[in-house]
């Protein structure tokens, strides 16, 4: 299966852009949480490092002559922390320094200025997180070290004028970091979190801004098998509404265009009778006996033809709203009609509960397909099976069958006959038949039995509820 880096749905796309947009924007502000937090592992160092150095200082002061200041640089020197005197100190600060080293300048110098009570000249030259094995990693100390340390590089001003270069490694003074602990917290719970809260977020605001869309789908969906359903609501996003004011249009343009071809037909059907009528008159007074039957089955047909087209046409046609049919009542009532008839027909099984359809139409397509079964077969078996999801309908005969797979997908064509010699019916039953079934979102299916005959299985699918 090939994994789809872009959705193919609307939904999945508004709610892929979405998330990317918040997660995207979280990675970009996370930077600043990250400077912050490298500011605040600075910050224990540089306040250590300041006093270090205003003690410095305060010694310097009290020593009497420049020899003295400089015995007692070198005995306050280690490895962590080096003195050296200079001629004069570095230019000013470049703007290519961070606002983190500006703001531990300010801080290195506050603190003097506490200490001393005096301000001090002092230039930064750099001050940077150190990990535990002594390299210069940024922010990345801060997920793999125990205790960050800073390294610092300042010029200072010492009592006499003098100016000192002092490079230094301070500690955390005692606090300890567990490796990966900011990875484990920020970006694994945190981030996660967010993204978890993101991809809710997103997908049931989509969801409802999607939701209109999707009644319209349903609706074009529905308009397909029942043109006579209810006009959309005017509801959700201007764009939205648009749509659908556009869709019930179209809708009402439909239904006038279907009435006119029905009204149309009607009106051919009426018109055609009075010259059918004078024409079989004119026949009937014909001399020719041969010829006047002739004549006359020509115009049987004829007369059949415009009354069978008609017919189709409002079979077809759905009218009226849906409602819960009782199937079992439906097909109870049909079978004892024909019963009454001196047809043999059973039924067996039964629906679980009533299914939502068109009940004339219904009706119709059930009638047209027990008829069927009579006609080629003499008798009907009916059978009802309710899965829950769907009522299977099977209508079984002991007719000769249809010959060929191909055959059985012609004979839902108007007019066809699957027996050219076979002129009783119009050609037209398993036509509306199917009609209907796929108006109820239904089908219909033809097979040949095992031994002899035919079985024509309906379902019909139940509505989902809620």
Known sequence: MKLRLWPDTLFGRLALILVVGMFGGQLLTSTIWFETHDNRTLEIPSRLFASRLADTLRLLQIAPDQAARQTLVRQLEDRN??????????????PSHTVAQRATE????????????????????????????????????LFDSRMPSGDFHVQIQAPGGAWLDITAQEGQAGRQSE????????????YAIRFIAALLFALVAVRIAVQPLRRLAVAADALGKNVYRASLKLSGPREVRVAAQSFNSMQQQLI??????????????????????????RAEMLPDA??????????????????????????????EPRHQIDIDSLLRALCDDLVET???????????????????????????????????GGSASVHIHDDRDAVRITISDEGPGIAGKDMLDRVFEPYFRAQPGNTE??????????????????TLVLSNRAERGLDAVLTL???PQG
């Open 81 to 94: 922390y080096q003195l050296r005197w200079i001629e004069a100190p570095a230019p000013a600060p470049s």
């Open 106 to 141: 300010d801080l290195l110098a506050s603190v003097l200025a506490q200490r001393l009570h005096r301000h001090v000249p002092l230039r930064l030259i750099d001050a940077e997180l150190t990990d535990d094995t002594g390299r210069h990693r940024g922010i990345f100390s």
């Open 179 to 190: 490796p990966r602990t900011l990875v484990i917290e920020y970006l694994l719970r945190i």
């Open 256 to 281: 006038r265009s279907i009435d006119e071809r029905t009204r149309l037909l009607a009106s051919i059907s009426h018109d055609l009778r009075s010259p059918l009528t004078k024409l079989r008159l």
């Open 290 to 319: 041969a010829s006047r039957e002739r004549f006359c089955t020509d115009l049987d047909e004829m007369d059949a033809m415009v009354h069978s087209t008609l017919d189709f046409v409002q079979g077809v046609e759905i009218t």
């Open 342 to 376: 001196g047809t043999r027909v059973e039924l067996d099984g039964h629906a679980a509960a009533p299914l939502s359809g068109y009940p004339r139409n219904l009706k119709r397509c059930l009638q047209n397909l027990l008829d069927n079964a009579i006609l080629h």
């Open 425 to 442: 019916g119009t050609g037209l039953g398993l036509t509306i038949a199917k009609s209907i079934a796929m108006a109820h979102g239904g």
């Open 461 to 463: 699918p139940r509505e």
